[in-house]
């Protein structure tokens, strides 16, 4: 909970007051001032227009900084052992810009669903830090305003990551990060400082209700059992991302004459470029909210160094057969209004066609090309963050350590992955289909999910589709928040036919299989959604849902925990063929589900509402 002041209109209230409790920090040696590292242990970075607001935009030179959260880390080998500053960002909903259509008027004000409901009128916020590092680390946070913790008040989600937890008596708190080479991310959970969703009904289709602001959307005078909880999440979260130093070839050089060294401040010009880098160093960089950079053909690499913060969106025109982003700064969608339409003045006029992606390209058909997506942190996507247009088939995405925050509108999915993609090592907070695979010959793997309320985890339908050989194999979802029953709340998910209704069961193409599928070693902390809801629209063969534990679902009498597969059939009501779907150690609050044990049906605590002929065929079996 923030201090009562902070609820005062008056956000100066808040700041000055905030200010002058800080804590001094004494308990350990600790850098003066902002001080930050650069050597062969770790390096650290600060953004000297840090701007303290969690209520209304920054100015476009100024980089969001928490509220909250202050941060040092500390390598347990440098010998100098000193606590260095680490910058701690902030995203808020809707990026403070209201509800508007418009971008920059605060006056257009829209009514249009986005999805955030509660979110901005109970200000939460969502802060990180990242950094880089060679060996283990202690990471010093400590809150601002008299706001002391102890390690006991602290959670690290995944909890199975079981890092060591201490606190100095102080008030500050300090997380051992061990090393690894694919980075750590993770969650800090200040269990005094949780807010607890609810719905505004126990049936299957309502939204949040907040008690906090009368004045507020959504608002009711208290709860009741009937307005059952539906999520838990800290009311400020506080991310980890700590990465490897990156390998040369990830690193352009910037005096290199290949090189387009990005001068800070407003971003103009990148479309008629020669070179084939765009190099952004160190520092603030912006594109309004009425353009982002289409970038010249020539350009094949986009490199954010450690604190560079680009505010806009990035899209490719290159036919090279490698196209890259790397680095670890970021790309904040942050001026943007939901859906900004590029074809329609950046409006908010949701368009699958036009509504504007943080990363984007063309891919040239007949070429093979990939996208590598490699350290950068994306914030605030306006829509899905990251599609290609053009030859589908021919482009497939490499994505490692990515991140994604700042997902509460509505329609901010994770990466669509084409055939051939692989995907390992990433953080997404996600208001939509998170895991997309769309194609055959996909691997996902070590992926951590903040999951918002709209649409499944892992998505492979809206269209039915021939899909051979895809993996995601670990995934720790540490939120969902689902709120109704129409969105497929579920880990894993195939949905109808696009812009068809979900009781037209007659919409499968019998000529597409689904195979050779396998999705493992997926584990749910706290409230969430239902195991899957699979519309099948293909052919079924070998698919095997393994290794997975969902913590717990919400109130009974709320629907949305059901799983549904059905059968569906063509146009001639030919049904699809389903043969070796298993389902196997699956798990509900740790007690195993299985056809044995009689507890896998819709009013069991498995839920699993599988067509009873799948069942006595042997189509599908659930074992333990
Ligand atoms: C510390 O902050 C000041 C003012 O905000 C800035 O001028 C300076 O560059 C910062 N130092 C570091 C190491 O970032
Ligand atoms: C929304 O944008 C589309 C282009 O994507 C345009 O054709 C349409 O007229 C716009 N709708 C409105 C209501 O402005
Ligand atoms: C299956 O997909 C993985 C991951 O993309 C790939 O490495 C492997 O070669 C594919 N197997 C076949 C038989 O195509
Ligand atoms: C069952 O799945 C859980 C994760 O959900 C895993 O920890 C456990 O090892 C699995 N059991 C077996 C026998 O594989
Ligand atoms: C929830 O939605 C599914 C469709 O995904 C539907 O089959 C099911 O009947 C719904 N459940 C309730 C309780 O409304």
Not at 282 to 297: I, N, W
Not at 500 to 521: D, I, W
Request: hydrophobic content about 35%; aromatic content about 12%; overall charge negative.
């Amino acid at each position: 909970m923030l201090p009562y002041f902070c609820l005062l209109p008056r956000l100066w209230t808040c700041v000055v007051v905030a200010v002058l409790l800080t804590k001094p920090v004494t308990a350990d040696v600790v850098a003066p001032g902002n001080t930050t590292v650069n050597n062969a242990y770790l390096k650290t970075w600060w953004h000297s227009t840090g701007e303290i607001n969690y209520q209304t935009p920054v100015q476009p030179g100024n980089v969001r900084q928490s509220h909250v959260y202050s941060a040092w880390i500390k390598s347990t080998s440098d010998p100098s052992a000193t606590y260095y500053n680490s910058f701690v960002y902030e995203t808020i909903p809707r990026n403070g810009q209201g509800q508007i259509n418009v971008p920059g008027d605060p006056s257009s004000v829209s009514t249009e669903y986005d999805s955030v409901t509660i979110e901005a009128d109970i200000w939460i916020t969502m802060g990180w830090t990242q950094f880089l590092y060679a060996s283990d680390v202690w990471v010093k946070v400590s809150r601002r305003g008299n706001n002391p913790s102890t390690a006991s008040n602290v959670i690290i989600r995944p909890t199975n990551l079981g890092l060591t937890v201490t606190d100095d008596g102080a008030g500050n708190v300090y997380i051992l990060v061990p090393y690894r080479s694919s980075g750590l991310r993770f969650s800090v959970e200040f269990q005094d400082n949780l807010y607890t969703y609810h719905d505004s009904c126990d049936g299957t289709s309502c939204d949040f209700v907040q008690d906090w602001h009368p004045s507020g959307p959504y608002y009711v005078s208290g709860f009741t059992s009937s307005t059952p909880v539906m999520g838990i999440e800290p009311h400020d979260a506080l991310l980890i991302f700590a990465s490897p130093f990156p390998p040369s070839s990830l690193v352009p050089i910037s005096t290199s004459s290949s090189a387009y060294v990005v001068p800070q401040g407003l971003v103009t010009g990148l479309g008629s470029i020669s070179q084939s880098t765009v190099y952004f160093g160190p520092g603030v960089y912006y594109m309004t909210g009425t353009t982002h950079a289409v970038l010249s053909s020539s350009v094949n690499w986009v490199y954010l160094a450690p604190g560079a913060y680009v505010k806009g969106a990035v899209q490719f025109t290159t036919p090279s057969a490698n196209i890259k982003a790397t680095g670890f700064g970021v790309l904040s969608g942050e001026q943007y209004v939901y859906q900004a339409n590029t074809q329609d003045g950046y409006t908010n006029n949701g368009s699958n066609e036009y509504s504007l992606r943080m990363w984007s390209g063309y891919s040239t058909s007949g070429v093979q090309q990939t996208f590598m997506l490699n350290g950068v942190t994306t914030n605030a996507p306006p829509f899905n963050s990251i599609d290609f247009t053009g030859d589908l088939d021919t482009i497939s995405i490499s994505q490692a350590d990515y991140k994604q925050v700042g997902a509460y509108f509505g329609q901010t999915d994770g990466t669509t992955l084409y055939k051939g993609s692989n995907v390992r090592d990433t953080f997404y907070h996600s208001n939509d289909d998170t895991i997309k695979t769309y194609g055959s010959n996909i691997a996902a793997s070590n992926i951590i999910i903040w999951k918002g309320k709209t649409a499944p985890i892992i998505q492979f339908g809206w269209a039915s589709r021939t899909l051979n050989n895809i993996t995601v194999d670990g995934v720790d979802v540490i939120h969902m928040k689902y709120n109704s029953n129409g969105s497929h709340p579920s880990i894993v998910g195939a949905n109808q036919v696009y812009n068809y209704a979900e009781t037209q069961t007659n919409t499968a193409n019998l000529a597409n299989t689904v195979s050779n599928v396998y999705f493992g070693n997926i584990r749910a902390e706290g409230i969430g959604g239902n195991l899957m809801r699979i519309v099948p629209l293909a052919n079924y063969n070998n698919v095997v849902l393994e290794n997975i534990a969902l913590d717990q679902f919400s109130v009974r009498t709320n629907g949305i925990y059901e799983s549904e597969l059905p059968v569906f059939t063509d146009t001639n009501d030919n049904p699809v063929r389903v043969s070796g779907f298993v389902i196997r150690n699956f798990t509900v609050g740790g007690t195993a589900i299985s056809q044995a044990a009689g507890n896998y049906g819709p009013s069991s605590l498995g839920g699993l509402n599988i067509a009873p002929s799948l069942l006595s065929s042997g189509a599908v079996t659930i074992v333990p």
